[in-house]
Structures are given as C-alpha cells and as structure tokens.
C-alpha cells in the first residue's frame, strides 16, 4: 500500500497512540511489562484504562528509557511494513482514557521520577511526540527530517510537528473558529496549525466543504479528516461542479506552497508565524485588534475567506498602504471594503511593497514540483518598490543545517529595477529552477523595453505583455544565480 | 534486449548535455523529435496543424506566436495548444505514441515529474523510462481476448437467461389471465352465499331478538331486588349502630364494636373510627345508606367470614405496610392480581441496578397472563347463562349456522384468488430488464463470506448481513430499482430501505454488475457508512460480443 501511494511522489501517515492494549503475546504490551514502561497508580501498580483497543496501559514517556524503546520501534527493520515515506500522527495522546475522570488518567497515578499525574498532564502528549520524533530521526541516521502530527500539545511542540484543532464539527460556526484557534495557537509559538476541513463529527454540504477548502488552503496545515460514521467527503464525491472548485482552490495552495516554505524558514530561525492576525504587522492599528475573520500568511498576504453560508459578498478591512486582489489584481487601498463573491472566489490580498514567489505548473504532488520553475509576483508600492524572499533547500534532508545546502535569495524592486541576489554566495546546493515569469502588479507606465542580465544568460532582451498586470515573458534566469531586470 | 527495454531519448547529446546545467535545461525542451519531424507530444496525425516553417496559430484561434516559442516550456495559448510537450501549460495534453500498446493522451502535470506514465516514457526526458509498452500492450490484449471470450460464452448464457424469462413472463401472464376469470365466478358464488346468509339470519335475529328481551327484564327485576335488599340491610345496620336511637352515629358508636378494628390492635381508635363516618364526627342516616354502609360493610362480612379483604394499601395510603414480607413468604399465586403486584415491587427493592426495564417488562407479561386467563373464565359463564330455545329457534338458527358456513367458505376461495393474482401481479409489475434477462435471477441467493460477515443477496427482494460470529441478521435494503446510468440502468441495483443505522440513515445497497460466465457476488464494501456496495457478476449483464472493440483496433 506504502509502494502504491508513494509511487506518485506522495507520502503516507498512519495513527499511533499511547495506550497498549493490555493482551497477552502482543510484544508491545509484553516488552512494557518486561521493561517497565508503563505509567502507575500510586501502589505501583500498573494503571489500567479502557481506551479504543479495550483494556489498555499507558507508556509512561517521562520515562527515558520509555522514549528510548519508543523510539527504537520506529527503525525500518523494527517498524513492519514501514519505509521513509511513512510518517506519524500521535493521537489521544492528552492522554485519552474513555473510563478516566475529566476522559483522562487519574491525577494520582504516578509518572517516572514520582511526579504525580496532576502535575505532568499537560506534558505528557509533547513527551510522546519527541520520543516519536525521535524514533523516525534516528531511522534515517538523522538524515531526513521528521513528520509528525499531534493532538495533545504544550510549548515546544512547534520543534516537533504540526497540530491539528481536535474534533471540530461540520458547521459553519466550526469553520469560523479555526480562524482564531489557529491565529491563537501561532502567536503562542506553535505555528503549524490547521482544522479538520469539513468538521469532524457530521456531514457537511457541498458549499460548506468547499468554503471550509478556501479557508484552510491558506491555513498553516491542511487536512481533511472525519469521523467513521460521517459519509465520504473527498473532495470528488461533491459532483463535477464542487469537484472542479475544490480542485481551483487546491491549485492555489500549492502554486504558494515557495511562499509557504520560505515563511516556515523564518519560522524556524525567528519564531514569526506564518499564520498571524494583522496587528502582528500593523501593531499600530488599532482597527486590527479585534478582526478574527481575517488573517495574513506572511506579512505579503491579506486573507478573508468566505465562512458564511450562503455570502454573496464579503466584506473586510485593508490596513495601511496598497492592496491587490491576489486572483484578479484589483487595487485597493487602506479601509473598509465589500466585494462581491462566487463559488471561486477567495478573498486574498497582495499588499504592495512585497514579492511572492509561487510554482504555477500543476503537479500531482508537491515532491514533482521540485525542478518546477517559478512565477514572481511583485507588487508595488506608492513608491513602486517591493521585497520579498525565497528559500530554497531539498525539502527533505538536514543538510541545509549541517551542510549549508540552501539557497536564500532575496528579491528587491526599485528604480525601475528589479533584483534577485543570493544571500549565502558559493552556496553547496544545487537547482535545475528557473524564473518562468514576473508578474508586476501597480506598475504606471507600460515599458518600451526590458533587458535582463545574469552571469551565464548574459544580457538578454525580454518581451513582456499587458499593463495591470504587467506579465514578463521567461526570463530563464537559474535560480540559484544572481540576476536582475531593467524596465525602460 | 537492454537497448530496446529503454526509449530512444530525442538526441543523445541533448541527453547528455542535461547533466550539465542550464543549457540543457532551458534548451532541451525547444527540440522537435528529430526521428518524425512532429513536436513531442504531438500525434502523426495532427502534424500538419504544427508546421515548422510557419508561425503557429493557438488551436483556439486566438493568437499567432513565432513557430520557435512552440514546445518552448512556456505557455502562450489559453488552450495550452503551443506546449503538446512540457508542462508549461496548465490545460495541455501530451500524446504518447505508446507503439505495441495503446496510443494515449496524458495531462501535461505529468510531463517530466520524474514519473514514467506512457509506457513507452516518452514524457520524461530529463532521464530514461523503461519501455513497458510491449510487455503491456501483450497483457492488454490477452485481456481483451479473454473479455471476448467471456462475453461470448456469456452473452450465450444470456439469451438462455433472457428465454427463459420470456418463457416466464408468458406463463405467468397467462396464469393471471386464468385466475381472473376464477375470481370472477369465485366472486359471484361468493355474492349468492352473502345473499342467502343475509336471508337466513333476518329469522334468526328476530327471533334471538324476543329471548334477548326478556333476558334483560329478568336481569333488570334481579337488579331491583338486589338494590332492595342491600338498602334493607343498611337500614338495619345503622339502626344496629345507632345505639342511642338518634338518627346520626357518633364515633362513640363506632368504638365499641371490634369490626372496626382496622389494624387488629385490639382497640378502634378515633382514627379507625372516624374512617368509617368520612373522618367526620358523625355522620346522619341518609349519609350512612350513600355512602357510609359501602365502607362499613366488607368489615362485616369479614366478620361473619364472607369476605376477604384487599391489601390495606389499596384501601386507603397507610404507610407502614408489611404486606410485601407477608406475601414474599407465601407461594406466589400467579392468577391472583395481588401477588403480581407485590413481585413488582420486590423486583423493584432488590433490582436496584436496574430499575426501569425489567419490572415493565414483567408487568406486561403478566398483563398478558391475566387476559389469558380472563377470557375462557367469561366463556363458560357465558354458556351457562345462555336460555335454551324452542325448537323453532333453534331450527332457524341452524339454517343459519350452514349459510354462514357456507358464504365463509366461498369468501375463503375467492380471497385465495385474489392472493395469489396480487403476488402475480406483483411479480409481473417487476422489471426483470430488457428481454427479461434477468428473470432466472428472482427466487435466488447469492451468499458471498468475508472476514467477518456472510453478505446475501437475492435479487429483487433484499440483500442481507450476518456476523459470523453470531448477532442477528441485519437488512440491508429492500429491492427498490435499477439505477445505473441513464443509458444502461441494467448495470445497477438499489436496495433501499434497510434497517436504520444506529444514529444514522436506512441502510441502503447498490449493487454492480458485471459480464461474467456464472452468476455470483465478487466482493462486498461499505465505502461509506451504511451504503453497501455489492460487485456482481452475472451473464445477464454481457454485451454482444460482435459490439466490443476487437483487441487489434488500436494503433
């Protein structure tokens, strides 16, 4: 099954929780018992809960010697069936006890080192989801970097995985309040966040699916995800019409997905959110402090999804300087707006004064868009300038850590010119990727000529086409190399 | 044989030019494939629409672009027309010749991913795909061989299938035919006997009439007497209580006589007494013959022995009462109310663990017990009271009897009739599919096992699921119709109205068919919940043979 999946350049996680079934032969419970792994009561007995497989114990991960055995079971040969493709979900991992007070264990039973269930709940999932971590670093000798999902988490986690919001439910409600969640749990540091598209309990409709999509498609981590007794819900079983509209929206999120990993980049070295509320980048104002129906993704991208039943429009608020409607380059500028919608629409802004970097080719998944070329959109500013970034590395390995194999580049406009400059010069890694296309959104004059030069194209004469937006055609410029366009 | 495994990449030294950087990249995607002078990507037959020596016109119409910015790896045409071989375009098409299996389209997303997808690997040019295209296209033609040697044997057994059904039909049709006409003279026998019934009871009722009535006034007069003699024996009472002859009956009265003493301590206490007056002080005549004898007296035919009383409890709300211990010692009398009542509520006192289901229960069974027993009480006691008739009633009612037997005789032949012309009716408004094809299919099973479950399924009455490991059989849907697509609903059945999911929708089933030489379920899933899918095969379901592609049509 791993083979089938993986094939297409996708990649497979499967469930893994904390509770053991308590059965006699099963090697997990037995190796437990053996080595004493396992939480107990404060008669230092083994606790026993009920949780999905039935009687159950609970792996006592404040127990190196637990994480360390955890861990172990993650190596290619230990873990059946199991490749590098295969990556972890922890769940119930608050922990989950069905028979428990609150849902959970006792607060008396007693963690390694005595600490007392009461003092170390909130610990207990991010210690499961480090030993995970753990298990899938040391089976590639630390090579490839982990994936690991969790439900239960506390500060920290952000070094270990992605979250998810919990069991939601398919209402529209549900879907408004992923916004905050996530907006809350970034600003706290655990940035990689996302909600069940389509709520977990029930069945949503074709309209909210579809809404639900366009909201987390440019929300940190994406899932669709449902209770067993929910009906199907793949995006195709919607009929043609919601089919083709998922798939409209799901194209975007992957045409972002440079911007994504270039912002996650900035996370890991800045802590900065990708996902944040707008005074995070306009602290001055105060219009901003309360709105939680929109957000930014970077501080380049203004987002207001459409999370009302039925909207013919929606209506939002624009902080200082220029915007640009990301889908149909419409400019607006700072204040209150409203804007007609339809089934395709998502609201999202380009502010001016920024560069996005984005991959426009479509691929059936993200690993066959690594030789992709890219499209830059620079949108200007009053002064006709704009920044922006792009990070670069294999997407899978350390190597940018121990290797410096990465590329930094940052893009500038200014004076009519605009810029791309590699930060870490003489840098170790090594791209096939090229500029397919810049688009210029604001630009006021329409230019006579363009002249591009990098240092293995030379100078080279470049046609462009339109005026809002003003489109120019293959630059061809690696990557990798510095290069810059001249508008005359 | 390692050679011919691979594709010829366009240019070798394109090829190997790639390894070195940029110029392979941005330059390898211009090349025309120098082996058939058409665009990659683009089939023979369309070649003419990519000339090389003129400017290229966007399939669509809508633009005119330099022949060279054709394959250029960068998309000018809306309708992706000028990249048939990159994926620059985000609507193109790649054709892959595929030679030795089937020529193909494939979006342009898959063009150089990295991934072979034509087998013959045209699409990818950065590195080598294995040729697959004979070994595949060899598959795919014995495939194709077999599925014309599956519908052949199958379509035979089909038209079998489908005479048979024809066969069926017409029997049946005629049989309906017949057993119309047996209704109708069932239904005129039947409408004489009414006749003759209704002639032969008018007589009869009469007379039955005359004895009824003076039943009644027997009954009537014994009434009359009864409430006499009560009234006399109430006069009596109060004058026996009214010791002092004054017309009312004081507590005082009641006192003194031990018949009051309802709870047997030996002494009537004003309580006790004043029970008896209304819980008044005292209580006049006219108000002992309303309403004071009929609570005084079961306390004196107790006395004399000729009554035994109801529990305390249903008397008036005493609250210490024993009874329950009292009766848990005697034997438990299942005909006597009483007892069932005391058993509730000891199950009650002990059942403590579950106090809602079980007493119901029991209380209903012994409702059910209690009318049970009832009914062939009265019966007896009915007889018994009947008057005997003179012989000329009981000559009428005699001829009554034998019309009445008569008539249900006729209605039960000509009821028979119609059952059975509404279960032919019913089979005949079935929709066994075009040429009845699929008739041989009704009155079947068809059992398919899988882990855990036994999945049934007889067409055109339900389809079923039993646990193997116990647990009862649950429905999965009832013959609802065919729903297959419009222009063939013969490929599919739905089963509907199942029993309801927990929490959730009426099961349903559909069911999919497909050619095959036998009839028999293949697999059973639950793609989602509570919606079975049924794969079936059956030779009801193969084409014409001679209305297949024949496996050498391709390319």
Known sequence: MIGNLTAKGRKMITIIDPHIKRESGYFLHEDALREDLYVKDKHGKVYEGWCWPGSSSYLDFFDPKTRNYWASRFALDKYEGSTLDLYTWNDMNEPSVFNGPEVTMPKDMVHFGGWEHRDVHNLYGLMQVMSTFQGHLLRSDKRLRPFILSRANFVGMQRYGAVWTGDNMANWGHLKASIPMCLGLSIAGITHCGADIGGFFHDPDAELILRWYQAALFQPFVRNHAHIETKRREPWVFGDKYTALIRSAVRRRYALLPYWYTLFYQNEKTGAPPMRPLWYDFPEDTTTFPIQDQHLVGSALLVHPVTDQGASSVSFYLPEGIWYDFYNYKTYVNGHHTIPVDDDTIPVFQRGGSIIPTKQRIRRASSLMRKDPYTLFVALDQKGEANGSLYIDDGESYEYRKEGKFLEIIFQCKGNVIKAKVVNVNSPFQTVEWIERVVILGLTYKPSSIEGSSKSLGSVKLEGEGEHPFVIRKPGFLVSEDWEIKLH | ?555
Not at chain 2, 331 to 356: K, R, V
Request: glycine letters at 6%.
């Open chain 2, 1 to 555: 044989m390692a050679g011919s495994q691979f594709r010829q990449v366009n240019t070798g030294i394109w090829h190997s030019l790639s390894l070195i950087g940029i110029f392979a990249v941005l330059f390898n995607r211009f090349s025309i494939s120098a082996k058939d002078l058409t665009p990659r990507g683009v089939p023979l037959s369309r070649a003419a629409l990519y000339d090389a020596e003129k400017d290229f016109a966007c399939l669509d119409g809508t633009k005119l672009i330099p022949f060279s910015l054709v394959n250029d790896d960068y998309c000018d045409c809306a309708d992706g027309s000028d990249e048939p071989g990159t994926s620059a375009c985000p609507n193109g098409r790649f054709f892959c010749l595929n030679a030795g299996h089937k020529s193909i389209y494939i979006v342009s997303s898959r063009v150089n991913d990295g991934i072979c997808d034509c087998c013959d690997g045209s699409e990818e040019f950065d590195f080598a795909c294995p040729n697959t295209c004979d070994e595949m296209g060899r598959a795919a033609r014995e495939e194709a061989e077999r599925a014309v040697r599956l519908a052949k044997e199958g379509f035979q057994k089909r038209l079998e299938m489908s005479q048979v059904g024809k066969t069926y039909r017409q029997s049946k049709t005629e049989e309906r035919s017949r057993l119309e006409t047996d209704r109708q003279h069932a239904e005129v026998i039947k409408d004489e006997k009414q006749m003759l019934r209704d002639e032969a009871e008018t007589p009869e009722k009469a007379a039955l009439e005359e004895y009824r009535r003076l039943e009644d006034e027997r009954k009537q007069k014994d009434d009359q007497e009864e409430k006499q003699r009560s009234e006399e024996e109430a006069e009596d009472m109060f004058r026996l209580l009214d010791s002092n002859d004054d017309g009312k009956i004081t507590v005082s009265e009641i006192q003194v006589r031990q018949t009051f003493d309802r709870n047997k301590d030996g002494i009537v206490s004003d309580e006790e007494a004043s029970f008896f007056l209304n819980l008044e002080a005292e209580m006049s005549k006219e108000d002992f013959l309303k309403s004071g004898w009929l609570l005084a007296k079961p306390y004196f035919l107790m006395e004399k022995g000729m009554f035994s009383p109801p529990e305390p409890e249903h008397m008036m709300p005493e609250p210490e009462h024993t009874v329950p211990e009292t009766v848990h010692t005697e034997p438990t009398e299942p005909n006597s109310q009483e007892a069932e009542y005391h058993d509730f509520e000891d199950d009650e006192a002990e059942d403590l663990g579950d106090p809602s289901e079980k007493p119901l229960e029991h209380k209903e069974l012994s409702d059910d017990e209690q009318d049970e027993l009832d009914t062939p009480k009265e019966e007896p006691a009915a007889e018994e009271q009947k008057p005997k008739y003179d012989e000329q009633t009981m000559e009428l009612i005699g001829i009554a009897d034998k019309a009445r037997s008569e008539f249900h005789e006729a209605d039960k032949v000509f009821r028979d009739i119609s059952n059975k012309l509404q279960e032919l009716n019913d089979v005949l408004n079935v929709d066994f599919g075009d040429d009845e094809r699929f008739t041989p299919l009704h009155g079947q099973c068809f059992d398919f096992e899988d882990r855990e479950y036994v999945y049934t399924l007889c067409p055109f009455k339900d389809a079923n699921q039993r646990g193997k490991n116990g647990g009862g059989v649950v429905n999965l849907g009832k013959w609802g119709s065919w729903s297959g697509p419009e222009d063939n609903k013969y490929l599919q059945m739905l089963y509907d109205r199942g029993q309801s999911c927990w929490n959730g929708p009426a099961r349903s089933a559909r069911i999919f068919i497909k050619c095959g030489i036998e009839n028999r379920v293949t697999a059973v899933s639950e793609p989602s919940r509570c919606e079975y899918h049924f794969d079936f095969i059956s030779p009801s379901a193969c084409q014409n043979p001679d209305s297949l592609v024949h496996p050498h049509d391709e390319l």
